[in-house]
């Protein structure tokens, strides 16, 4: 017992030494002004039940980490210079938009608006009701109609499309800037969980349940039984996804005759946008779309779900063939690099296109589900920044893009007789700016900082830490043979300059428990 004591005693001190040095250190470097400016209004508990509203139980990493406002943490990646994730508002201000003149009411609407708000309030179109897993609500938004139901549903996520981006770019988005005022506009949308990225958000969107709920609280998760990381929709697979889906519902509702699409660039938004499809007792498959960036083709997982012919046979290599590889001055040649390009936007809504055209849609009285994500706004994001001009280059693409999808849908089905809405899974950070005392960090450096100051022999404690996660996983058993807590290695992460606070896992699980 005195062995133990004594380990934990020294462990105890070497970290409280270490944190205050970093304080000291700290400390020294800013002006008084500067250490006030730096606190911020957000209440820490409320923070906490964000990040307790996507507490999963064996899913969620053992220390939650929150970076201060303006402070970005991201890989030494080029691809991701600029990492979302935060509750700050560039993360979390999202656009909400319903447009359909027959269905929909114009007008601005001020009210608190969530993610989980999308699913209910287009079942109520429908007129089904969503499962008890569904925390949202349906909008006041939707007009009776003498026309019936609409025949088609569109959902449009945009990946990575910040809330500011409609009024900073109005004049150049066209398309985008009218549906906005010819629509229900909804002012006040906000992410209220987190971390506030793709795989979380698209399952929020497409249940309307609290991520706590559906069960997918990052875009990776540790398996501990595995020893290693894996996706959230492993081999395209929907088993992770712990909710029904509104095109699930629909689904079931139809018994399968309802045409229902899911698009994505990335099976982390494809697949939840689809549904389980035939992956579930009474099941029919749909079609779900993802872009496979190694061979730069559509693909799905035909256990569950079906692709078109037709889109098996496009290749996103047509975009950089013939302008020498490059956009913007960026190599582009290859299907990765080309995602970070406004020419990917076309290749994403070429596909659309080819559904609306080619799928019955609006064909019959059984009304039809579109959703698809188009991704090009957080690649770009992620590479250049929002307040770039490869960013402004980006959305004048997708607004371009947009204009011929909606021409082909109201060839298709009818102005009339479609309602479309529009949202974001998340923001995306600028550029941190230095008069502020804010800093680009990464994640393999707070990694070391945890094994210095507590694991310095086999650098063991630290299994995964992905940093749009907010998470960090820890071995469980290397603590306890530490003779450390989890308590003890937040309160160090917490002290870092960078850091607004740092939960652990006990700390989340009962604030988990109080927000349900």
């Given at each position: 017992?005195?062995?133990?004591?004594?380990?934990?005693?020294?462990?105890?001190?070497?970290?409280?030494?270490?944190?205050?040095?970093?304080?000291?250190?700290?400390?020294?470097?800013?002006?008084?002004?500067?250490?006030?400016?730096?606190?911020?209004?957000?209440?820490?508990?409320?923070?906490?039940?964000?990040?307790?509203?996507?507490?999963?139980?064996?899913?969620?990493?053992?220390?939650?980490?929150?970076?201060?406002?303006?402070?970005?943490?991201?890989?030494?990646?080029?691809?991701?210079?600029?990492?979302?994730?935060?509750?700050?508002?560039?993360?979390?201000?999202?656009?909400?938009?319903?447009?359909?003149?027959?269905?929909?009411?114009?007008?601005?609407?001020?009210?608190?608006?969530?993610?989980?708000?999308?699913?209910?309030?287009?079942?109520?179109?429908?007129?089904?009701?969503?499962?008890?897993?569904?925390?949202?609500?349906?909008?006041?938004?939707?007009?009776?109609?003498?026309?019936?139901?609409?025949?088609?549903?569109?959902?449009?996520?945009?990946?990575?499309?910040?809330?500011?981006?409609?009024?900073?770019?109005?004049?150049?988005?066209?398309?985008?800037?009218?549906?906005?005022?010819?629509?229900?506009?909804?002012?006040?949308?906000?992410?209220?969980?987190?971390?506030?990225?793709?795989?979380?958000?698209?399952?929020?969107?497409?249940?309307?349940?609290?991520?706590?709920?559906?069960?997918?609280?990052?875009?990776?998760?540790?398996?501990?039984?595995?020893?290693?990381?894996?996706?959230?929709?492993?081999?395209?697979?929907?088993?992770?996804?712990?909710?029904?889906?509104?095109?699930?519902?629909?689904?079931?509702?139809?018994?399968?005759?309802?045409?229902?699409?899911?698009?994505?660039?990335?099976?982390?938004?494809?697949?939840?946008?689809?549904?389980?499809?035939?992956?579930?007792?009474?099941?029919?498959?749909?079609?779900?779309a993802s872009y496979n960036f190694e061979q730069g083709g559509w693909?799905?997982?035909?256990?569950?779900?079906?692709?078109?012919?037709?889109?098996?046979?496009?290749?996103?290599?047509?975009?950089?063939?013939?302008?020498?590889?490059?956009?913007?001055?960026?190599?582009?040649?290859?299907?990765?690099?080309?995602?970070?390009?406004?020419?990917?936007?076309?290749?994403?809504?070429?596909?659309?296109?080819?559904?609306?055209?080619?799928?019955?849609?609006?064909?019959?009285?059984?009304?039809?589900?579109?959703?698809?994500?188009?991704?090009?706004?957080?690649?770009?994001?992620?590479?250049?920044?929002?307040?770039?001009?490869?960013?402004?280059?980006?959305?004048?693409?997708?607004?371009?893009?947009?204009?011929?999808?909606?021409?082909?849908?109201?060839?298709?089905?009818?102005?009339?007789?479609?309602?479309?809405?529009?949202?974001?899974?998340?923001?995306?950070?600028?550029?941190?700016?230095?008069?502020?005392?804010?800093?680009?960090?990464?994640?393999?450096?707070?990694?070391?900082?945890?094994?210095?100051?507590?694991?310095?022999?086999?650098?063991?404690?630290?299994?995964?830490?992905?940093?749009?996660?907010?998470?960090?996983?820890?071995?469980?058993?290397?603590?306890?043979?530490?003779?450390?807590?989890?308590?003890?290695?937040?309160?160090?992460?917490?002290?870092?300059?960078?850091?607004?606070?740092?939960?652990?896992?006990?700390?989340?699980?009962?604030?988990?428990?109080?927000?349900?």
């Amino acid at each position: 017992m005195l062995s133990i004591m004594t380990v934990r005693y020294w462990t105890l001190l070497r970290a409280v030494g270490a944190l205050l040095l970093v304080a000291a250190a700290y400390s020294a470097t800013l002006p008084a002004e500067d250490v006030r400016a730096s606190r911020s209004p957000i209440d820490r508990q409320a923070l906490l039940e964000r990040i307790a509203r996507a507490y999963y139980p064996g899913r969620t990493g053992q220390i939650a980490v929150v970076p201060k406002e303006g402070h970005i943490i991201t890989r030494r990646d080029p691809t991701v210079k600029y990492m979302h994730g935060s509750p700050w508002d560039y993360d979390t201000r999202i656009p909400f938009l319903l447009y359909g003149p027959t269905f929909i009411r114009q007008g601005t609407f001020p009210g608190p608006v969530t993610q989980q708000d999308m699913a209910p309030t287009l079942a109520s179109l429908l007129g089904v009701p969503m499962p008890a897993t569904s925390a949202g609500h349906s909008l006041p938004a939707i007009l009776g109609s003498a026309k019936g139901p609409p025949r088609l549903i569109v959902l449009m996520v945009l990946d990575g499309m910040r809330l500011d981006y409609f009024a900073r770019y109005a004049a150049a988005l066209p398309t985008l800037d009218r549906l906005r005022r010819q629509g229900a506009w909804f002012t006040n949308a906000r992410i209220n969980y987190l971390p506030s990225i793709t795989s979380v958000a698209h399952a929020t969107i497409a249940t309307g349940a609290d991520p706590s709920v559906h069960g997918i609280v990052g875009n990776s998760l540790f398996d501990r039984v595995a020893g290693a990381a894996t996706d959230s929709y492993p081999g395209l697979s929907p088993r992770n996804l712990m909710a029904l889906t509104l095109a699930d519902v629909w689904n079931f509702h139809t018994d399968g005759r309802a045409v229902i699409i899911g698009q994505g660039s990335i099976g982390r938004a494809a697949l939840p946008l689809a549904g389980h499809g035939a992956c579930q007792l009474n099941g029919h498959a749909v079609i779900a779309a993802s872009y496979n960036f190694e061979q730069g083709g559509w693909e799905t997982n035909p256990e569950c779900y079906r692709l078109p012919d037709y889109l098996k046979k496009t290749n996103a290599r047509e975009l950089w063939d013939g302008n020498d590889g490059l956009w913007m001055g960026h190599r582009i040649a290859s299907p990765d690099e080309v995602r970070g390009s406004a020419l990917f936007s076309k290749f994403e809504t070429d596909a659309l296109r080819l559904m609306i055209e080619r799928e019955p849609l609006g064909a019959d009285e059984i009304t039809d589900l579109l959703f698809v994500n188009l991704k090009t706004p957080d690649y770009v994001g992620h590479r250049y920044g929002p307040d770039s001009p490869e960013m402004r280059e980006t959305l004048v693409a997708l607004d371009r893009n947009l204009a011929s999808v909606y021409g082909a849908l109201d060839a298709k089905v009818g102005r009339d007789r479609y309602v479309l809405a529009i949202t974001a899974d998340h923001g995306m950070p600028a550029e941190p700016d230095p008069r502020m005392h804010r800093q680009r960090h990464y994640a393999d450096d707070i990694v070391g900082s945890i094994h210095q100051a507590f694991d310095p022999g086999q650098r063991s404690l630290v299994t995964q830490y992905e940093p749009e996660n907010g998470q960090i996983a820890i071995a469980r058993g290397r603590l306890r043979e530490l003779g450390l807590s989890l308590e003890a290695i937040a309160t160090f992460l917490e002290a870092q300059p960078f850091i607004f606070a740092a939960y652990s896992e006990q700390e989340v699980a009962r604030a988990a428990a109080r927000v349900h």
